[in-house]
């Protein structure tokens, strides 16, 4: 067994990697809130965490009451001012980098490949969506629980000995972190297929095929399920909405929907440069881009293939896929995906990047070391700089977004009791690409709840149209917005 400790080089590699992570996210580390940030504006009521606790509170669709407490606590102690949330992120993020360093080396990799794919985690360009958001906190918090969790439950048994199976008190706290996880993000459910497959590595039941070491999997597995469905009948209790089969963005399907859900979330991990990027020169047809940007993630594929073949750790590869498509579960039944549902899947997506990297790092031939080590440097290198890239337009973006807040709260007077604003998006050929690309009112898209904050009433509903549609909405009660260059006025 490993006997890797915790030491000073340690300590300095994290402290490294925390340094790291808030120069990448430097560019977007103060970026204001905007669209479905504003899902929680909390009340000044003594009564408000007791809603939180015992309501969707304002999400209407989901029941997060840990996430919503702490984003509250925030919002009482700092205001609107994001600094010290986004802090809080890049924190957990380059910690959970840091811990999965920690696992690399008590797995026996060499120094050198769990450094290198430590380091495309923390580095990693798809997880922008999920580190440098404002509304994300329970993807980063879940996401590193439940890859800790895993772990617990993975070394628990290595040290059970042989008079037990599994060390109960370990297994105790992993259940607890589990409740804890459900609380903070429904997606978190996820461990529990993660936990069966984990559960099917460490026991070997198609080897023994006994009936006692399907039972030891079966026990395992019950008190995770009673907390999943306390947990489910509570939240069916409270929460309203309930998406199914359908085309909506939170419905979802079982059909083709999700091969290509998978393939897609599959691509973003392999992919080294800004997703938004590739996506404005797919739109444009920009094969300078283009082509560059895929024959290189190309031979990113092709390096890990065949470091994992010359390697030999196809079944090791295999069994860390299972894993990391099983990460993308239940989102991946969705009508809509996007790279916040890879950071589940990351972390296993890492260890196959550290497996292939083995081969060559202890490769004898010093041209193919030298080969790789350029290779890998310029893979860090294109994705810090598009995390850079992608966190400034989400600052952009926030920073615009609070300029029209700015502009409509002057406006809120005007608007009927019962009524409506509207707010018009002029015609424009700018692309719309999820957190990052949102032209004219579309970062005003659900934020009823600071615009009723700043009105002092929730009297009107909110609506954001695109202007061939203004005709429809021109009536008694209506107060039309437009934007104009950077100017919000009334039509």
């Excluded at 629980?145 to 439950?153: A, E, G, R, S």
């Amino acid at each position: 067994m490993n006997t890797y400790s915790i030491n000073k080089n340690f300590w300095i590699t994290a402290f490294c990697f925390i340094i790291i992570g808030f120069i990448i996210y430097s560019p977007g580390i103060d970026a204001p809130r905007y669209g479905d940030d504003y899902t929680i504006v909390p009340e000044n009521s003594n009564a408000v965490f007791e809603k939180i606790w015992t309501s969707t509170y304002q999400r209407l669709m989901f029941y997060r009451p840990i996430e919503d407490t702490i984003t509250t606590l925030f919002i009482f102690n700092f205001g609107w001012n994001t600094l010290p949330t986004h802090i809080l992120f890049i924190l957990l993020h380059s910690s959970f980098s840091v811990f999965l360093f920690y696992v690399m080396l008590k797995l026996k990799f060499s120094k050198l490949s769990a450094l290198i794919a430590a380091l495309y985690m923390l580095l990693s360009q798809v997880s922008v969506t999920a580190v440098g958001g404002n509304d994300t906190l329970g993807q980063l918090i879940t996401s590193f629980l439940t890859f800790l969790n895993l772990w617990i439950i993975y070394r628990s048994i290595e040290t059970a000995g042989d008079a037990k199976f599994i060390n109960y008190k370990y297994y105790a706290f992993s259940v607890f972190i589990f409740a804890v996880c459900l609380l903070t993000k429904e997606t978190s459910a996820t461990f529990i297929p993660l936990l069966f497959m984990l559960l099917l590595v460490k026991i070997p039941i198609f080897k023994n095929r006994t009936f006692n070491d399907v039972k030891k999997i079966i026990l395992m597995l019950i008190p995770y399920l009673i907390i999943f469905a306390i947990f489910f009948l509570i939240r069916s209790k409270i929460v309203t909405y309930k998406p199914g089969i359908g085309t909506g963005v939170y419905d979802f399907n079982i059909g083709i929907n999700i091969p290509k859900n998978i393939g897609m979330l599959i691509f973003s991990l392999l992919l080294p440069f800004s997703s938004v990027r590739v996506f404005e020169a797919v739109h444009f047809r920009d094969l300078k881009i283009l082509l560059p940007v895929l024959a290189v993630t190309a031979v990113f594929a092709l390096v890990l293939l065949w470091g994992i073949w010359r390697g030999r750790k196809i079944k090791e590869v295999l069994v860390l896929g299972c894993f990391m498509i099983a990460g993308f579960f239940p989102p991946a039944i969705l009508n809509h995906v996007n790279e916040q549902y890879t950071y589940y899947s990351l972390p296993f997506f890492i260890l196959i990047i550290a497996l292939a990297s083995e081969y060559y790092i202890n490769n004898n031939r010093r041209s193919i070391k030298t080969v790789f080590f350029v290779f890998a440097a310029i893979l860090l290198v294109m994705n810090a700089f598009s995390v850079m890239d992608k966190t400034r337009m989400i600052g952009e973006l926030g920073w615009r977004a609070k300029g029209m807040t700015d502009q409509i709260e002057k406006f809120l007077p005007q608007v009927s009791h019962n009524g409506s604003l509207v707010l018009v998006n002029p015609k424009t050929d700018e692309l719309r690409y999820s957190a990052f690309k949102q032209p004219g009112f579309e970062p005003m898209r659900y934020t009823e709840f600071m615009l009723y904050h700043l009105a002092e009433r929730n009297d009107f509903k909110l609506q954001v149209i695109e202007e061939n549609e203004i005709q429809k909405f021109i009536k008694p009660g209506v107060l039309i917005l437009k934007y104009e260059g950077e100017k919000v006025v009334k039509y």
